[in-house]
């Protein structure tokens, strides 16, 4: 909020393509509609209660633009686990997970996530709840610094989260950090997905849903962003990931779903031994 506030005065909120509020970031910040509308008339959390999140759903984009859809897909994430889904191009991998977080319309089933119902709420209030998404694609501000990015990941919230949030993902991913004032359209694709990532994290989620994050990276980079969701999930955090490279994912993974023909083929659970 506060890099919003030195760019842009007066502000103007919209939510669902109206407006809620405008005039200075102060005023902006007291107007009960713009919390409830973000926020949803709550404080930003900082426990974690169970997340889990359990889908059945025949999804469409709003826009039409696919014409077959994925039919019905039953799965979860239970606390604390990494969960993986990987299958062919076109299986409905990603849509599913747009799915969850609201992106893409759910006709049929239900998407439940802290054994609250959020079938089709905004993605905005999603955020709000505790369930942050890295897309694959254009996941950074490029004419934005690095760190500038991270302020942006935490405009919802309202407790004075600097500098710990911004110092933790920089500690997770130490590349950043001398690079802090570039630009993030300067950066290379593995260097770019961590701030894409560790802008996630500025909100504390308690559920990161990642669509390919080592998509067109690296060896090297695949390695350390492997690396460094794991380390995120050690920390209580779950996660939900689409990706390619199935079987270093999976052996990482708590448990993987396999998708076929838009349809859930095969659930796999790695040996605890």
Known sequence: M?????????VVVMAEGKVLAQGTMDEVRAN??????????????????????????????????????????????????????????????????????????????????DDQDITNLQPDRIV??????????????????????????????????????STAVYDLFPPLKEKRGQKAGT??????????????LMLEPRLLLLDEPTAGLSPHFIELIFE?????????VGILMVEQNAKEALGFA???YVLVLRARRATRTPDPT
């Open 254 to 256: 708590h448990r993987g």
């Open 128 to 165: 709000a709840r505790g369930m942050c998404y890295v897309p694959q694609e254009k996941n950074v501000f490029p004419s934005l610094t690095v760190n500038e990015n991270l302020e942006m990941g935490a405009f919802i919230r309202r407790d004075d989260y600097r500098p710990a949030s």
């Open 228 to 236: 460094r969701i794991r380390a995120i999930n050690e920390q209580g």
């Open 32 to 113: 009960q509609a713009v919390r409830e509308a973000y926020l949803g008339g709550v404080a930003h959390a900082g426990g974690r209660p169970r997340v889990s999140c359990s889908t059945g759903q025949r999804a469409t984009r709003r826009l039409r633009r696919r014409r077959h859809p994925p039919r019905r897909i039953d799965s979860r994430v239970d606390e604390g686990e990494i969960v993986v889904v990987v299958g062919p191009n076109g299986a409905g991998k990603s849509t599913a997970m747009k799915a969850v977080f609201g992106l893409v319309h759910v006709r049929e089933g239900r998407v439940r996530f």
């Open 2 to 10: 506060d890099l919003i506030a030195r760019l842009c005065e007066p």
């Open 187 to 200: 950066l290379s694709g593995g260097q770019r997905q961590m701030v894409a990532i560790g802008r996630a």
